[in-house]
Structures are given as structure tokens and as C-alpha cells.
């Protein structure tokens, strides 16, 4: 069946047609007027409280449909919602830097702060590029914080020397954990200072320095002015991720989106703990209290997908993280995909949601031939699980004849190696 995704107007999103989200919505439905001057931030499509998807035909939120039969919409007597929430995101302003309590951990925040902490869910989380994308994710290697700590003599005094002195003698684990804490901690008069001397620095002799790191470092000081987050781009790698290339966030992984288009999918939950880059509620200690201080390379942090079924699915490779809640398939078949006959997809017995995110049309029909949906950019399905296990697509023919078929599906991971 046919849905159509609740969109958030996040202040940080992209304006108007700019956005992906709004581009993906109104194609999708046809009241909706896009304004140029509003941030159109993300397009939820499954069945969380703060944004159910609703259904195109008749209106039903997906959160009434699944509840009313939940056998046949995801397969379970037990369950009654979906596990997962499939996201696009358009990203103009960096999100706040981050982390994502584990279940235990979001169990007890929720009893302690339920008005901060919603829900007691775990919210794992997967980012897959759409366009070229920009995030903070993990902590750089513990010598390469060193050096930039070392390159920016404002930080050095922010730190102190103490700080500085034990860092230089191991730069290790617990030294970068006593610097972070140290900098998440400073007094405000003291972060001012330190961000308008490197500012200053960078705007008079930006040929010294690093071209990225200055570039994304006067980017946040103009949006966020002397937020603390702003000198996190020293401690935490900066990715820039292609289409298709995807990072996975586990609980207590420090990120922070910065800019670009990106399909997410995560465990239902809204629990973030915030620590910078943002006006709303900083809960520091918390974050320091939870954060992995895990280093690695840019590289080490991205996501691997695999190929399940080579042989039978050779354009869908599927992203399976090491949770239960959720999986996502991204189907890219070339123009030649289809010429012999239809393209299996599968649908598992717990349902899945489809988004076509290109712009190359297509049709998809049950293994008997019944006909489900004629899909084009925009289009979301939420397939229950009484639809057929086995699913054929078959592209049509269109003015998009060159460019190739893109949708992702998302699912419970029910694959028997959760590994990422």
C-alpha cells in the first residue's frame, strides 16, 4: 500500500525546493505546496508517534493500520509497531553533536528524565549518502589530535598544561578522554576567547592551515558562534561520504551531521544526548559519562554492505547492522537490469517500507502478476506482511531511459549474520 511520509521542518533542514525532502514529498503528493523560505529537514516514513506515515488511499495513520492487524501488517501477535523508521534527511545547518544512549542506558535516562529521554528504546542509527555528504563521526587517531592540538596555540591554553603535558607523554585512550572532558568543561569567558583567536588566526593566514578544517571551522562559528561543539572538528574525524557509501552509529558513537542528502534508518526511538552545536538542552555530563572514545581513520567508520543473493539479486546490496531492529536494501538496477524478464525483490514476513529515491520509473508486481504499484521518484510502500514473500519489478519505459532505477527497503533485520 501506499503511504505518504511525515514531514519535519527542522530549522537546520534545506529551504524550499532545494530540498530533497521537499522534492521527494510533493512528488509524492500532490497538495502539498513547497515554500521557498521554509526548511523542509527530514521525510519519516514509518509508524513513530511524533510522524506517523498516513495511508495515500484513505488517510488511516500507519500506527491505526499495523494495530489493527498486526499479523497481517508485520507478521507478529506481539509486536505492535514497526522497529524500525526509515528517514531522508537535507541537510543545509550542521546537527548537534551527539550520542545515542544503549537500550539499558535509554531505560534508565527515560525513568530518570522522561521529559528529556522520551522513550526507553536504544536508537542505533544507518546514514546512507544521497549526495555528496559531510559528518563528524568517532574520535580522529589519538596522534593526529595531538597534532592539531599542537598546530593551534589558543587550544593548547584553553586545555592547559597539565592536560597538554599528559597528552604529550601517552597520547592514548585516557589522555584523549581527559582533553575532550576537559574542553566539553571550560568556562565560557575562556571558550570565547579560544574560538575568536583561532577565527582570527584562520581568517588572516588560512594558507598556513588545513583548507578543510578552516573551511568547516568559520562555517560553524557563523552558524553556531562559541558553541563548545565548534572545536569538537578537532577531536572527531571529518567524513565525506559519496552516494552510496554509509556510516553505521552505534550507541555512544560521537557524530554529527554537517551538510548534504541521506537516506537514515534506526531503531523507532527519538533519545539523543546533545553536547554541542545546538540551542536546545546541552546535557554534557551525560555524554561524557557515555561516550566511546574508540579512535580510528575516516574509513574505519564506514558502513559495509554485502551481496545476500548474488546470484538471484545481483543490484540489491544490503546493509545489515549488528541490532535486530532494522536492515535496508539499496535496489540500483541499470537500464539493462530488466531486459530479460522482471527483478526479484524480496519481502520479508515481518513487512518492509520501499522509498524510490531516482528518478526512473518502474512497476512491481507480486510473483503471480498481480499488480501492486507503479513506482516513480517519491513513491513509499508499506509492503505488510500478507503481500507476497516474492516481489517482481519490472522498469518502464520513460524519458529517465538512461539512468538507472534507485529505491531502498527498509525491514527488520531478521538476516541470520548481524554483522556490519
Request: proline fraction near 7%; charge should be negative.
Amino acid at each position: 500500500m501506499e503511504i505518504l511520509g511525515a514531514v519535519q521542518c527542522y530549522e537546520w533542514g534545506k529551504l524550499g525546493d532545494s530540498s530533497l525532502v521537499a522534492q521527494l514529498a510533493r512528488a509524492n503528493d500532490s497538495g502539498l505546496t513547497v515554500d521557498p523560505s521554509r526548511p523542509y529537514a527530514e521525510l519519516w516514513m514509518g509508524d513513530h508517534v511524533n510522524g506517523p506515515a498516513t495511508i495515500k488511499a484513505t488517510g488511516q495513520s500507519l500506527t491505526e493500520n499495523i494495530r489493527t492487524d498486526p499479523v497481517g501488517t508485520i507478521g507478529g501477535e506481539k509486536a505492535t509497531s514497526l522497529p524500525f523508521l526509515l528517514k531522508v534527511l537535507s541537510i543545509r545547518k550542521a546537527l548537534s553533536i551527539q550520542v545515542h544512549p544503549d537500550k539499558p542506558e535509554a531505560e534508565k535516562l527515560h525513568r530518570q528524565f522522561p521529559d528529556v529521554y522520551k522513550d526507553p528504546n536504544h536508537k542505533p542509527e544507518l546514514a546512507i549518502a544521497l549526495t555528496d555528504f559531510q559528518a563528524l563521526c568517532g574520535f580522529r587517531p589519538y596522534p593526529e589530535i595531538l597534532r592539531l592540538i599542537e598546530e593551534w596555540d589558543p587550544l593548547q591554553t584553553l586545555l592547559g598544561s597539565e592536560t597538554l603535558a599528559r597528552f604529550r607523554a601517552n597520547p592514548d585512550r585516557q589522555a584523549v578522554q581527559g582533553a575532550y572532558e576537559q574542553l566539553m568543561r571550560s568556562e565560557p569567558e575562556a571558550l570565547n576567547r579560544c574560538i575568536d583567536a583561532i577565527a582570527e588566526r584562520m581568517r588572516s593566514a588560512p594558507a598556513e592551515t588545513n583548507g578543510e578544517l578552516v573551511e568547516l571551522f568559520l562555517r560553524l562559528v557563523t552558524d553556531f558562534g562559541h558553541d563548545v561543539g565548534v572545536l569538537s572538528i578537532f577531536f572527531l574525524n571529518v567524513l565525506r561520504l559519496k552516494p552510496g557509501e554509509a556510516i553505521y552509529l552505534a550507541a555512544n558513537v560521537p557524530h554529527a551531521y554537517l551538510d548534504g542528502d541521506c537516506v537514515e534508518c534506526m531503531a523507532c526511538s527519538d533519545n539523543v544526548v546533545r553536547a554541542g552545536l545546538t540551542p536546545k538542552f546541552k546535557d554534557v555530563e551525560t555524554l561524557l559519562r557515555l561516550v566511546s572514545y574508540e579512535c580510528g581513520p575516516p574509513a574505519a567508520m564506514l558502513a559495509r554492505a554485502r551481496l545476500l543473493r548474488e546470484d538471484k539479486q545481483p543490484y540489491t546490496r544490503t546493509f545489515v547492522p549488528p541490532v535486530p531492529d532494522f536492515a535496508v536494501s539499496e535496489i540500483r538496477l541499470p537500464a539493462s537490469a530488466t531486459t530479460g524478464g522482471a527483478y526479484t525483490l524480496d519481502n520479508p514476513d515481518t513487512g518492509s517500507i520501499l522509498l524510490v529515491a531516482g528518478s526512473r520509473k518502474a512497476s512491481l508486481t507480486t510473483a503471480d502478476g498481480q499488480h501492486l504499484a507503479d513506482l516513480k521518484l517519491g513513491t513509499v510502500l508499506f509492503l505488510p506482511s500478507s503481500t507476497s514473500r516474492t516481489l517482481h519489478l519490472k522498469l518502464t519505459n520513460d524519458d529517465n531511459d538512461d539512468e538507472p532505477f534507485l529505491a531502498f527497503q527498509a525491514m527488520a533485520n531478521g538476516f541470520a549474520a548481524n554483522s556490519p
